[in-house]
């Protein structure tokens, strides 16, 4: 296989690991959703906690999309 | 749905296309070029000059120039530039009281302030129409993504780069907060007690006392746990390293993204396609600052809290 072919595709399969923060950030979210349901007075600081924790979720899909930048636009010749 | 609903959809669906259209054929974008590192403009004294420090310049001198001139001649009922300067400090502040508590706050609270500035600063710097195309170029005649051509001014070695998108910017930004948590740590509960968050010797002691008593029988329950505080000791070590590596590509991916999908979305759908994106863009700014600056918080929180206290 050519050496640009298995380049791009080295990419688009190190972007498969986006699924996990995917689910945890849709558990994220349906854990505020039912706390604020439980105690809708609550609203801020439950919605505060959720983005904090949203973004430690997110930084893991920021990793894949950096592996897939590095590898489409950077490295090879 | 009433009639009127139905209308107001048509209407709506049509304005969009129509904006679509015009935009595809009447403002065409260059192909953008997108690159991971920043590129040099020049070099003073052998050290480089990329684009993105000099848009981090611009962005040191517009926040000293807001706050300089919000906090000349202060009067004690605030107006004007005073006043938006105290709404934000005093924001930061209620949020730094509810995350750091009331007695911390005074000494966490000029770097989380001064990284949540710095960062907001610069990705909404970067936001400014025409930031992008101040630099080196020439006019030239480029055809869009679909259709239509224009003949204007584009831009091959761009003055001025979007200042996170360069990793350089969150990795100093991230050492400098581990330094400063590290410091704090080290003054406020003094060196034995940082060091006893990691190095966990208790149990160890416990099993040599229960040995040197001749209780062969519990002791080397109290050597494995000794090894097991050892191991979990290095963990926690390790993690807090870490979290140096994940503060820094947490605010360079999503910059860098969010530069590379407003650049791409406005070559393929130009004029309108842009603003969703653009308002994307201005909240993952927000977003991020928050979350940096309020990760060295909690993370100074944390360092400065003796164990079993």
Known sequence: ?77 | MRAGDILKAIVGIVAVLGAVIVGLLYFPVPKPHVELGAEQVCQIAGFPITNTLIASWITIVVLLAIFILGTRRMKMMPTGLQNVVEWIYESLYNFAEEAAGKENTPKFFPLFATIFLYVIGAAFISLIPGFDTIGDGAREHFTGAFAGSYTGWVVHEPLLRKASSDINFPLALALIAFASWTYWAIRMIGVRKYSRQFIKLENLGEGFKLMSRGDFKSAPMAFFMGGVDIFVGFLEFLSRCIQIVSLTFRLFGNMLAGAILLLIILYLIPWIGGVPFYGLEALFGFVQALIFAGLTLVFSVIATTAEHE
């Open chain 1, 1 to 77: 296989m050519d050496i640009d072919a298995a380049r791009m595709l080295g990419a688009g399969i190190a972007m498969i690991g986006a699924i996990g923060p995917g689910i945890g950030i849709g558990i994220l979210g349906r854990g505020a959703m039912e706390a604020i349901g439980r105690n809708p007075e609550a609203r801020g600081p439950i919605a505060t906690n959720m983005i904090l924790s949203i973004a430690f979720a997110e930084a893991v899909a920021i990793y894949c999309l950096i592996v897939a930048i590095i590898l489409s636009m950077v490295a090879g010749s």
